[in-house]
């Protein structure tokens, strides 16, 4: 990882750089928006949630290179990647960074896994916590019946699809965003995408990431003021097809998908999906959001 004294810290730039790979555009990670944010504890830009996931992501993948673990993973057919963490505190720019992993459990059975327990926290204080796990299936049970959808293809983007309640946001896989947002989250990006080596390999995370521009997008468009009613991440759940992210190719079309979790529900829950083409289901989960409290920090 990109620091030279072995200390991992988010700056500011790597927060810009992040947000533009990703089209986030939430006043929280903006440098001269952040004030105009109503009751924000924070004195400051904080880092994307994304952006830390993908920090996660790294961490994990060189931990499973480092205990010999890939070879269970092909061996069992662990082909879902899955990601389960609660957000605790915000992470501001300048802040250490550290993360522990928790020793591998596998557990056998009809669906298989091997997870661990991972913390994220920021000058000692906890931010994100949770499970990296892999999986024969996807645990997560959240699913869609793309059949009963117009072809993605053609639909209107930036649309709720029909009188649904799903709303659609379409982005194009490329390598320069996914190089810029690996740089944003301390990641180096040679390790995924080398054109001189003709290495091109999307992160796991980069294709999740976009959902925070497609829920940003659907609450604009009902009328969402993002700055006088601030809302921040409390729970991400996404299993991710790593087969699947293998063919992953440059200019792929992908499908960003969402509904309400609960439609008479007021939380604000949300089951999305990446869909890449018309039918290929890449990741799937669950993003909660929560509005933010005043002794948030």
């Not at 072995?6 to 004030?35: E, G, M, S, Y």
């Not at 290179?65 to 662990?78: C, F, M, P, S, Y």
């Not at 892999?134 to 293809?153: G, K, N, V």
Request: net charge negative; with cysteine.
């Amino acid at each position: 990882m990109p620091a030279t004294d072995d200390t991992l810290r988010f700056q500011q730039i790597h927060i810009d750089v992040a947000r533009n790979a990703t089209d986030d555009f939430n006043p929280f990670h903006d440098k001269h928006r952040w004030q105009n944010v109503a009751d924000n504890p924070f004195a400051g830009p904080i880092a994307l949630g994304f952006q830390l996931e993908c920090l996660i992501a790294e961490q994990m993948r060189r931990y499973r290179e480092d205990h010999e673990e890939t070879e269970l993973l092909a061996q069992e057919g662990l082909q879902f990647s899955n990601y389960e963490f609660k957000f605790v505190n915000a992470v501001k720019a300048g802040q250490e960074v550290t993360l522990t992993t928790k020793d591998s459990r596998f557990r056998d059975g009809d669906n298989p896994t091997l997870a661990n327990r991972v913390s994220l926290y920021a000058d000692g204080r906890l931010a994100v916590t949770g499970y990296k796990r892999e999986s024969r299936y996807p645990p997560c049970q959240t699913e869609i019946d793309l059949s009963e959808l117009p072809a993605l293809d053609s639909a209107q983007d930036r649309a709720f699809l029909g009188d649904t309640d799903i709303f659609l946001k379409r982005k194009y896989m490329t390598t320069s965003n996914a190089k810029n947002f690996l740089c944003g989250s301390l990641v180096e990006q040679s390790d995924y995408i080398d054109e001189i080596a003709e290495r091109v390999s999307f992160p796991e995370m980069f294709p999740c990431a976009l959902l925070s521009c497609a829920l940003l997008e659907r609450a604009s468009q009902q009328g969402h003021d993002f700055e006088r009613e601030p809302l921040v991440y409390k729970s991400h759940s996404i299993s991710i097809d790593r087969d699947m992210l293998r063919d992953l190719r440059r200019n792929d079309s992908l499908h960003l998908l969402s509904r309400r979790a609960n439609p008479t529900s007021q939380a604000q829950d949300y089951e999305c999906f990446g869909v890449i083409g018309n039918d290929r289901v890449l990741f799937r989960g669950r993003i909660d959001l929560m509005p933010l409290a005043p002794g948030d920090q």
